[in-house]
């Protein structure tokens, strides 16, 4: 069974719809403003190893075929949405480190929320089916883990608490990834015949999505929270006896 209103006019999708199997190699976005603004972001973080490989970061998820291919799929969207709160966002606050030390929870609750926002389906289908609706979901996932990131990694936070606002960050995405593997429905209208052209079913499209969302998502998670135990360590080691 299909939940969801009708499906959406692919055609007005940013990077349009994905082609069939055989031509999405051929589907890089090369949008003028889009190039202008990530060169922009290179001029501005690209000093720094982690600035630059966000840069980068988001050139795959803005420019490659998989823009394109998240048009259709629910699945490449969860990838796509995971290099920007899960990959991008760490990558931009340590090339932007924060100053001083700030609350962890307000951040957390925040990028939280927009989040879980934003894969309503109301929401979710809006914001695919209109061009600046869709900019303002990218802006506000990257921007509100940026700031999530800034306040985690920022220095003089206590190594017991970040870890354990990291492992509430990967949980409660853990928990969507759930919600969303187990629906009995399909949810976005806009992914209801797409899946169709790549041998999927829709449901199963989401249902993948929302294992990647569940499980693979943890690694990104567990890489950063080990680099903050380490940082940790080092600073109790530092410490004069």
Do not use: E
């Amino acid at each position: 069974m299909i939940a969801g209103a009708l499906v959406p006019d692919l055609a007005g999708l940013y990077c349009g719809p994905a082609p069939g199997p055989g031509a999405i190699w051929m589907r890089w976005n090369l949008d003028p403003l889009l190039l202008a603004a990530l060169a922009a972001l290179m001029l501005v973080l690209g000093r720094s190893r982690p600035g630059a490989v966000a840069v980068a970061v988001l050139a795959v998820a803005f420019v490659s075929p998989l823009c394109a291919l998240s048009a259709a799929l629910f699945s490449a969207r969860v990838v796509h949405h995971l290099l920007l709160v899960a990959v991008a966002a760490p990558l931009v606050a340590l090339a932007w480190p924060a100053r001083r030390t700030r609350a962890v929870t307000p951040v957390f609750l925040i990028a939280t929320g927009v989040l879980w926002a934003w894969h309503l389906p109301q929401a979710y289908d809006a914001a695919m089916a209109n061009k600046g609706l869709y900019w303002v979901m990218q802006a506000t996932l990257l921007g509100s883990a940026t700031a999530f990131w800034r306040a985690v990694l920022a220095p003089g936070q206590p190594a017991g608490q970040v870890g354990l606002a990291i492992l509430g960050t990967y949980m409660q995405m853990g928990l969507l990834g759930a919600l969303l593997t187990l629906a009995p429905d399909v949810l976005y209208a806009i992914h209801r015949t797409a899946p169709l052209a790549w041998g999927f079913a829709p449901l199963s499209d989401q249902q993948l999505g929302g294992l990647i969302m569940w499980v693979p998502a943890g690694i990104p998670y567990a890489v950063l929270g080990a680099l903050v135990a380490r940082r940790g360590w080092r600073q109790m080691q530092d410490r004069p006896a």
